[in-house]
C-alpha cells in the first residue's frame, strides 16, 4: 500500500461515517473541555541515511564505509493523546506515538568501490514519541471540520542493531473531523515528523586502544495516514 492509497483509504472511511453525524457543527463547536484521543493507521519512513565515523587512532587496511542507508517497509503506528478543546478553534494535547517499522534492506556507503548492493535484513526499527501538539479546527456549518496542527517533542529510537537514541522531534499534520454526535469524532490525518540526529555506537569511548567504531549518526524521517476517535468531556 503506498501513500496515496492509504491516504484515499483514511478519506473513504471518514466519508463512510458521515451519514451516521448526529449532531450539527456549530454546536459541538461551542464546547470546550477536555478530550482523550486514540487511533492507528501506517507509517512510512524515509530511507534511514547516516554517517558513519572512527576512531582517528585505529588503523584500517581497507578505507572502511563512510555511511549506511537503512530501507524501511511501511509499518503499524499507533498513538493515544489526551488534550484539551479551547472552542474557538484551538486545540492543545499532549500525545504518545509508537511506530515499528521492519527493515527490508541495508546499504553501505563504500569510499573505493561505491555503494554495496542491498542486504536484506531480517530486522527492525521501533521510534516512540511524546509530544506536545498543536491544532487549528477551521469550523463550519457541516460534520465535518478541517484541520491543520503541529507538535514538538521527544524520539526514543531504537536501530536495527537494538541500539538505543533520543532526540528532539518536530511534525506537522493535517487532516479531517467528523462530528458523529454525543460528544464522538472520527479524525483522519496526515502526518510528517522528523527528529534531530540520532547518535548510536562507541564514540565516547574511544582512546587509542578502544574501539575503532563506527560512530552512526542520522536523522529519522516518517511520513504516516492515521484514523483516530476523539471523545470531549
Not at 585505529?58 to 503499524?76: C, N, Q, R, W
Not at 493515544?80 to 472552542?87: L, Q, S, T
Not at 502526518?191 to 575503532?212: C, F, I, K, Q
Request: with cysteine.
Amino acid at each position: 500500500m503506498n501513500k496515496t492509497v492509504a491516504s484515499l483509504f483514511c478519506a473513504s472511511a471518514i466519508a463512510a461515517l458521515a451519514p451516521n453525524a448526529a449532531v450539527a457543527q456549530d454546536e459541538e463547536y461551542l464546547n470546550d473541555g477536555v478530550y482523550l484521543r486514540a487511533g492507528a493507521g501506517l507509517t512510512f519512513p524515509n530511507h534511514w541515511n547516516s554517517e558513519l565515523s572512527y576512531n582517528p587512532d585505529a588503523m584500517f587496511i581497507v578505507p572502511p564505509p563512510t555511511g549506511k542507508s537503512v530501507d524501511l517497509k511501511e509499518d503499524f503506528v499507533a498513538t493515544a493523546a489526551i488534550g484539551f478543546d479551547y472552542a474557538d478553534g484551538i486545540r492543545t494535547e499532549l500525545e504518545y506515538r509508537y511506530a515499528k517499522s521492519d527493515v527490508e534492506g541495508l546499504t553501505l556507503d563504500d569510499p573505493v568501490g561505491g555503494p554495496t548492493p542491498g542486504m536484506a535484513l531480517e530486522d527492525h526499527v521501533i521510534a516512540q514519541f511524546v509530544m506536545a501538539n498543536f491544532y487549528f479546527d477551521f469550523a463550519n456549518s457541516s460534520p465535518l471540520t478541517p484541520f491543520i496542527g503541529g507538535g514538538f517533542g521527544r524520539a526514543f529510537v531504537e536501530n536495527e542493531d537494538g541500539e538505543k537514541d533520543n532526540a528532539m522531534a518536530f511534525q506537522g499534520r493535517a487532516g479531517v473531523s467528523l462530528a458523529l454526535g454525543g460528544d464522538w469524532s472520527a479524525d483522519a490525518e496526515y502526518v510528517y515528523l522528523r527528529t534531530n540526529d540520532l547518535e548510536y555506537g562507541p564514540e565516547d569511548d574511544w582512546t587509542p586502544t578502544g574501539p575503532a567504531g563506527p560512530a552512526i549518526e542520522g536523522r529519522y524521517r516518517s511520513s504516516s495516514v492515521m484514523l483516530s476517535i476523539r471523545k470531549l468531556f
